[in-house]
């Protein structure tokens, strides 16, 4: 399995719309389903830092997601673009395989 862990700071007014949008049926798992050996998303939200989240996207294999990006690329670019405004921190925490 190819996980893949983001961190993300939210901004307080875009709250509701960051959750949506990256919750395990938002558009980014939408997106990500249209990739071949997409397998989920979880968003989980820190318990002392209201907002502070962390997305675990997981796909059956890294080639799997290289093959979605070269796919859908473009998608994910635009997606991302249109809701970059909803943090005002994001950091990609890593990519890890099951141990």
Do not use: P
């Not at 318990?47 to 997601?65: E, G, K, M, P, Y």
């Amino acid at each position: 399995m190819h996980i893949i862990v983001w961190e993300f700071t939210v901004r307080e007014e875009h709250m509701r719309e960051f959750i949506s949008a990256n919750g395990s049926d938002g558009v980014w798992a939408g997106l990500f389903r249209r990739g071949e050996g997409f397998l989920g998303t979880e968003l989980l939200r820190s318990s002392h830092q209201s907002n502070v989240f962390l997305t675990i996207d997981r796909w059956q294999n890294s080639a799997c997601f290289e093959n979605f990006q070269k796919q859908f690329g473009a998608e994910y670019k635009k997606l991302d673009s249109q809701l970059e405004g909803y943090t005002s921190c994001e950091r990609k925490l890593g990519t890890f395989t099951e141990a």
